[in-house]
């Protein structure tokens, strides 16, 4: 069974910083991307960041220059740090894999807990809650 783990969510002022880690398991990596969602209240389900196994990378213009994605394929891990985080950053924060990650398809409605159910948009975590105050 493919597991993919999140945590290190959690509530911080505006301009600081957190440190997603996702772990998966029971995945072969190949050539798959992972990468991160996310979900803010009232908005669709945003695809930010994924990373490639060779380590290609690719940002969201909304959170470029902030956030940085990286891997550690010994631990089959991925990570998302956040800088400079800012009120609009408040959201579920989800990992997905899949053998490439795209912005969703709209017949998902904009839900990423919708296409988390989907086997077909790949794998995907529980999600984890960022809040960014003011």
């Known amino acids: 069974e493919v597991q993919l783990v999140e945590s290190g969510g959690g509530s911080v002022q505006a301009g600081g910083s957190l440190r997603l880690s996702c772990t998966v398991s029971?995945?072969?990596?190949?050539?798959?991307?992972l990468g991160w969602y996310r979900q803010a209240p009232g908005n669709e389900c945003e695809l930010i960041s994924t990373?490639?196994?060779?380590?290609?990378?690719y940002y969201s213009g909304s959170v470029e220059d902030r956030f940085t994605i990286s891997q550690d394929n010994a631990k089959h891990a991925v990570y998302l740090q956040m800088n400079s985080l800012k009120p609009e950053d408040t959201a579920v924060y989800y990992c997905?894999?899949?053998?490439?990650?795209?912005?969703?398809?709209?017949?998902?409605?904009?839900?990423?807990?919708?296409?988390?159910?989907?086997?077909?948009?790949?794998?995907w975590g529980q999600g984890t809650q960022v809040t960014v105050s003011s």
């Open positions: 990373i490639s196994r060779d380590g290609t990378t």
């Open positions: 029971g995945f072969s990596r190949d050539d798959s991307d």
């Open positions: 997905a894999a899949a053998l490439i990650l795209r912005t969703l398809a709209p017949w998902y409605g904009g839900s990423c807990a919708r296409a988390a159910r989907d086997p077909e948009s790949g794998y």
